[in-house]
C-alpha cells in the first residue's frame, strides 16, 4: 500500500509497539478512540491509550539531482485516559496512574533506535522520529459523580523525509 505522508503508520506503529509493553498489559491500546464502554474495558481496566488526529505541514526539499523530497512534521494526539471508580480511589489516584500510562509511552519513545522499522513498515522514509510535544491534562469526576477521571493529551511530533524515485 502506499502511503503519502507518515501519520497511519505512525499510528501503527505506536499501537504495535504499545499494546507490547509490559508495563501496559492490561490497557485498551487502539487506533482511534473508543467508541464505547467496552473500547476502554477490553482488557478488563478501565484505562486506554488512544491515537486521534494530526495536524502538520509539508516542505519540499529541494536538491540539484533526482526527485524532490518531502519533509513532514506532524503532530499526533496520543490520549492516555484512566476512570477510577468509587472504589479505587482519589483524583491523586487517577492523576498517577494517567501518569504511569504517559511514562511508558515516553519510555516506547526513547528506544526508537531498537524499533524494527521494516516490520513496522517505517523503512519507507529516509529519517522517521516521534518526539513529545505539547500536553494537554483534563481531569475531574466521572458523569455519574462517582469516581475520578484522569486523561492527557499528549501531542507527538513526528518528523520524517520521504523521497521518491
Request: hydrophobic letters at 45%; one cysteine or more; aromatic letters at 8%.
Amino acid at each position: 500500500m502506499a502511503h503519502g505522508t507518515a501519520y497511519s503508520l505512525t499510528k501503527s506503529a505506536l499501537v504495535a509497539r504499545l499494546a507490547a509493553r509490559p508495563g501496559l498489559q492490561d490497557v485498551a491500546v487502539s487506533y482511534q478512540p473508543p467508541t464505547g464502554a467496552p473500547d476502554v474495558q477490553a482488557r478488563g481496566s478501565h484505562e486506554a491509550i488512544f491515537l486521534d488526529a494530526a495536524d502538520g505541514s509539508l516542505d519540499n526539499v529541494v536538491l540539484t539531482a533526482g526527485n524532490l523530497r518531502f519533509d513532514e512534521a506532524i503532530e499526533v494526539q496520543l490520549v492516555a485516559q484512566v476512570l477510577l471508580g468509587t472504589s479505587s480511589g482519589t483524583q491523586r489516584a487517577a492523576d498517577e496512574r494517567a501518569e504511569a500510562l504517559i511514562y511508558e509511552v515516553h519510555a516506547e519513545l526513547a528506544a526508537q533506535n531498537t524499533w524494527p522499522m521494516a516490520d513496522l513498515g517505517l523503512d519507507i522514509f529516509d529519517y522517521y522520529q516521534v518526539t513529545p510535544a505539547s500536553q494537554q491534562w483534563v481531569t475531574g469526576f466521572l458523569p455519574s459523580g462517582a469516581g475520578h477521571a484522569a486523561r492527557c493529551e499528549l501531542g507527538l511530533l513526528v518528523e520524517a523525509r520521504r523521497s521518491f524515485p
